[in-house]
């Protein structure tokens, strides 16, 4: 499982989320993210579980406050 974070050219960060596959994730971004032609770098992290996975997307959000994450965790 992966946790992504994908950021802009001037290094803002716009979006956190996890996939089993964050190719095709960013692929399915490309298709549904009016906000895809932004992105100019992905970082990746790779976790042993989804669990895990999850808690670290929940802990980035509320921490780095991503540009386009509709909703953010508390």
Do not use: C
């Not at 802009?8 to 596959?21: F, H, M, P, Q, R």
């Not at 579980?49 to 508390?74: D, G, Q, S, T, Y």
Request: hydrophobic fraction near 35%.
């Amino acid at each position: 499982m992966n946790l992504y974070r994908h950021f802009s050219k001037s290094n803002e960060l716009l979006y956190v989320g996890i996939s089993t596959s964050s190719l095709r994730r960013l692929a399915e971004h490309s298709q549904n993210s009016a906000w895809y032609d932004e992105i100019a770098r992905v970082d990746i992290e790779h976790f042993t579980n989804r669990v895990e996975a999850a808690e670290a997307e929940r802990i980035a959000i509320k921490r780095e406050n991503p540009k386009h994450n509709i909703v953010r965790a508390e």
